[in-house]
């Protein structure tokens, strides 16, 4: 079992940043891809960004790639969402997942364990 906490939401107007942490305890945080989602009301959860194991490699969402940007920290066990430029479209509940797999993913299906979410609130 893996568990994860979020931390870092809030309201910040348009334009503005907020990063976002996740802290990870139960198995050894390095066996896993990390992922963030977000889901605004009525949508369905959609895919932000992830990272792979050691870091190396990111895969982002369209709509968020040269805003947002994903890292971790193994030796501290949290994977980060720093987010620049905010637009009132990225208001939602933001879930970091986490997957043992060999691969990045960015459907929310192949994810196995999941925060509680943190809210973003960006005022236009």
């Known amino acids: 079992q893996v568990q994860l906490v979020e931390s870092g939401g809030g309201l910040v107007q348009a334009g503005g940043s907020l990063r976002l942490s996740c802290a990870a305890s139960?198995?050894?945080?390095?066996?896993?891809?990390m992922g963030w989602f977000r889901q605004a009301p009525g949508k369905e959860r959609e895919f932000v960004a992830a990272i792979s194991w050691g870091g190396g490699a990111t895969s982002y969402a369209g709509s968020v790639k040269g805003r947002f940007t994903i890292s971790r920290d193994n030796a501290k066990n949290t994977v980060y969402l720093q987010m620049n430029s905010l637009k009132p479209e990225d208001t939602a509940v933001y879930y970091c997942?986490?997957?043992?797999?060999?691969?990045?993913?960015?459907?929310?299906?192949?994810?196995?364990?999941w925060g509680q979410g943190t809210q973003v609130t960006v005022s236009s």
């Open positions: 997942a986490a997957t043992n797999t060999l691969r990045i993913f960015t459907t929310a299906g192949r994810y196995d364990y």
């Open positions: 139960g198995r050894t945080f390095s066996d896993y891809v």
